[in-house]
Nanobody, 121 residues
């Protein structure tokens, strides 16, 4: 069973910074990507950033130059450094991994429970 545990959300003033962390459970056969999505009230969940096992990254246009995603493969961990935060970054942030849990399984998406990020003065 794949489980994701997030931490690091909170309340921050505009222009501030936060760092989100996510650790996936051990014994996952193969992790293809790890990333972050977010969902603001009344809006659909959207991609923030993801990183492949080889270190390739992809960012939403709205966060390019402000957010940085990183990954420690040996720890099944992914991090999101968020700088120059804006009120429009306020959302629940979800950790995601696309993985093959065990040999013979199909690729599937797995989600954390979400962590609230609020940017407000």
């Amino acid at each position: 069973q794949v489980r994701l545990a997030e931490s690091g959300g909170g309340l921050v003033q505009p222009g501030g910074s936060l760092r989100l962390s996510c650790a996936a459970s051990e014994n996952i056969f193969s992790i293809i990507t790890m990333g972050w999505y977010r969902q603001a009230p009344g809006k659909q969940r959207e991609l923030v950033a993801y990183i492949t096992s080889g270190g390739n990254t992809n960012y939403a246009d709205s966060v390019k130059g402000r957010f940085t995603i990183s990954r420690v493969n040996a720890e099944n961990a992914v991090y999101l450094e968020m700088n120059s935060l804006k009120p429009e970054d306020t959302a629940v942030y979800y950790c995601n991994t696309r993985a093959v849990a065990a040999p013979g399984d199909y690729e599937s998406d797995y989600w954390g429970q979400g962590t609230q990020v609020t940017v407000s003065s």
